[in-house]
Nanobody, 126 residues
């Protein structure tokens, strides 16, 4: 049974930081791309960042609006992917989801990912 479990969400003031974690179990991990998406109320799900599997050398891609503030990383020994979020803004308020792909190169669209977590809420107050 494949499971992706996110944690680390919460409420923070504008300018603050949070670190999200996502632990994967029940499937291969180290050679598979991982990503973070988010969905704000009334909006479509949005790509945040992705990191490739081992064969891609851990290549990273970011949404232009988050590049420079967010950093994605992974620890293959722990089957975990992280999202460090700095300089948070109220517009970053959303449910954040992690997802895993069958590809080693990181896709930027959600149809490139096969398994998803339940999400963790991030709320940024002004």
């Amino acid at each position: 049974q494949v499971q992706l479990v996110e944690s680390g969400g919460g409420m923070v003031q504008a300018g603050g930081a949070l670190r999200l974690s996502c632990v994967v179990s029940g499937r291969a991990f180290s050679n598979n791309a991982m990503a973070w998406f988010r969905q704000a109320p009334g909006k479509e799900r949005e790509f945040v960042a992705a990191i490739g599997g081992r064969w891609s050398g851990g290549a990273t891609v970011y949404s232009d609006s988050m590049k420079g503030r967010f950093t994605i990383s992974r620890d293959n020994a722990k089957n975990t992917v992280y999202l460090q979020m700095n300089g948070l803004k109220p517009d970053d308020t959303a449910v954040y989801y992690c997802a895993i792909s069958n590809y080693f190169s990181p896709p930027r669209t959600d149809n490139g990912y096969t398994d998803w977590g339940q999400g963790t809420q991030v709320t940024v107050s002004s």
